[in-house]
Nanobody, 126 residues
Framework: QVQLVESGGGLVQAGGSLRLSCAAS????????MGWFRRAPGKEREFVAA????????FHADSVKGRFTISRDNAKNTVYLQMNSLKPADTAVYYC???????????????????WGQGTQVTVSS
C-alpha cells in the first residue's frame, strides 16, 4: 500500500508559478516511479510529467515542456512539480501517482499507475 498526499495548489494569475508537492508513505519511495496527471473541467485526465525511481529520467507532456519540471527527493519521500509561466489552460485538479510494479521507465498513461492521491486544485486566472 502507498498513501499519497498532494499539496501546494491554489489560485494564481497567468504567468505566475506554483510548486506542487506529493508526500508518499507506505513503501520504499525510491523503489517506484512517480507521475503527475491533471483533469480539467469537462476533460479527460491527462499526463503531465513522470520521474524514474532515481529521478534521473523525467518525461513531460508537450503542453508543459519548458514550463513545468518534475523532481523528487527520495530522502523526503516527496515528488514535486514546479510550474512556471502558468496559463489559464493549466487550470485543473492535479494528481500524483505511484507505479509499484518495478517499472524501469515511467509510464505516461494513467493505467501505468497503481496508487493515486486525492488531488489538489490549481486555478490560473487570466
Amino acid at each position: 500500500q502507498v498513501q499519497l498526499v498532494e499539496s501546494g495548489g491554489g489560485l494564481v494569475q497567468a504567468g505566475g508559478s506554483l510548486r506542487l508537492s506529493c508526500a508518499a508513505s507506505g513503501r520504499t519511495f525510491s523503489s517506484y516511479p512517480m507521475g503527475w496527471f491533471r483533469r480539467a473541467p469537462g476533460k479527460e485526465r491527462e499526463f503531465v510529467a513522470a520521474s524514474s525511481r532515481s529521478g534521473g529520467r523525467t518525461f513531460h507532456a508537450d503542453s508543459v515542456k519548458g514550463r513545468f519540471t518534475i523532481s523528487r527527493d527520495n530522502a523526503k519521500n516527496t515528488v514535486y512539480l514546479q510550474m512556471n509561466s502558468l496559463k489559464p489552460a493549466d487550470t485543473a485538479v492535479y494528481y500524483c501517482a505511484a507505479d509499484v510494479r518495478y517499472t524501469l521507465v515511467p509510464g505516461t498513461y494513467a493505467s501505468d499507475y497503481d496508487y493515486w492521491g486525492q488531488g489538489t486544485q490549481v486555478t490560473v486566472s487570466s
